[in-house]
């Protein structure tokens, strides 16, 4: 993996957003989500009450793997193996461990996989379960991968499951707790 390791903003938030890995360009840039995936991860969020700006500033922005995993044989960037997702795991693990958040929203597959088992993202994609560790638990809300490579968030059933995940971040208390008051 190529870094330097990218991370979001030193936030205190009852809400922890999880990623893949950064890709080229957020390494270049210095900062998470900062590209095609992240554009369109902020639309989905904007329509929820906080645009990209508000989220960087109360949304706890982490990763599975801090650094770029590199591009892989096709197109696209590649996948973090899981050795690669093993060796990062404590970074995340703490991040958990002393941010205690009541939300989390792991982003696409991997993101997802890091806190339940599943097989297909119609399984968790839309749903709001309960992820229990070491006596510690918060609600867990998967969401889509953002990529403008996947077409699953653009055709049913995952159109409208994005959606409902959507709403179910949107009526969150934790989530609501980060909305300015006229919302």
């Known amino acids: 993996m190529n870094g330097p390791p990218v991370h979001g903003q030193p936030v205190a938030s009852p809400v922890l957003l999880v990623g893949q890995a950064p890709g080229a360009r957020e390494i270049e840039l210095g900062r998470p989500f900062a590209w095609t995936a992240g554009k369109q991860l902020f639309r989905w969020l904007a329509q929820i009450g906080l645009d990209e700006e508000a989220v960087r500033r109360s949304v706890y922005l982490s990763a599975v793997c801090r650094c770029f995993p590199g591009k892989s044989r096709g197109s696209g960037d590649r996948v973090p193996n899981p050795d690669e997702v093993s060796r990062c795991a404590v970074w995340l693990d703490r991040e958990i461990e002393l941010l205690r958040p009541e939300l989390i929203l792991p982003v696409g597959k991997l993101a997802i996989g890091r806190f339940v088992r599943f097989k297909r993202l119609d399984e968790v994609v839309g749903r709001q379960l ?17 990529s403008g490579a996947s077409v699953w968030h653009r055709v049913d059933p995952g159109k409208r499951l994005l959606q409902d995940a959507l709403q179910r971040v949107a009526g969150h208390p934790a989530w609501r707790s980060l909305l300015p008051e006229s919302t």
Do not use: T
Not at 135 to 145: Q, S, T, V
């Open 130 to 146: 309960r992820w229990e560790h070491g006596g510690y638990g918060a609600d867990l809300i998967p969401l889509p991968h953002p």
